[in-house]
């Protein structure tokens, strides 16, 4: 449920970017799109271990390429960094990749 919630309030931020472009948190100004991702990064991050421990091997792995890629679009925009644009968008691809691969052994 948590995760959940988390992934929902990231999925709001998103659609409220049109009308709503910057987001005051803790005396920052933050784009709404950049929170966004940073947010779904934590639902993913949370979401990682909860199913690795519960012995879900490919759902953990899935949550964890997600936290660490969108973790990277979030610190990309947040530091200015093309490097970790591109870095972020590289493992959320590889991520989609492997998640592909895998699920064809599934049937």
């Given at each position: 449920?948590?995760?959940?919630?988390?992934?929902?309030?990231?999925?709001?931020?998103?659609?409220?970017?049109?009308?709503?472009?910057?987001i005051e948190?803790?005396?920052?100004?933050?784009?709404?799109?950049?929170?966004?991702?940073?947010?779904?990064?934590?639902?993913?991050?949370?979401?990682?271990?909860?199913?690795?421990?519960?012995?879900?091997?490919?759902r953990g792995?899935?949550?964890?390429?997600?936290?660490?890629?969108?973790?990277?679009?979030?610190?990309?925009?947040?530091?200015?960094?093309?490097?970790?644009?591109?870095?972020?968008?590289?493992?959320?691809?590889?991520?989609?990749?492997f998640l592909?691969?895998?699920?064809?052994?599934?049937?």
């Amino acid at each position: 449920m948590v995760v959940g919630t988390i992934v929902g309030i990231a999925g709001l931020l998103l659609f409220l970017q049109p009308s709503v472009r910057v987001i005051e948190l803790f005396g920052v100004r933050i784009p709404t799109f950049v929170l966004s991702s940073g947010v779904l990064s934590l639902g993913f991050a949370v979401g990682a271990p909860a199913y690795l421990r519960r012995g879900y091997w490919l759902r953990g792995v899935a949550h964890a390429i997600g936290a660490v890629g969108f973790g990277g679009l979030f610190f990309a925009a947040g530091f200015g960094s093309l490097l970790l644009l591109w870095a972020g968008l590289a493992v959320i691809i590889g991520g989609v990749l492997f998640l592909a691969a895998e699920s064809r052994k599934l049937e």
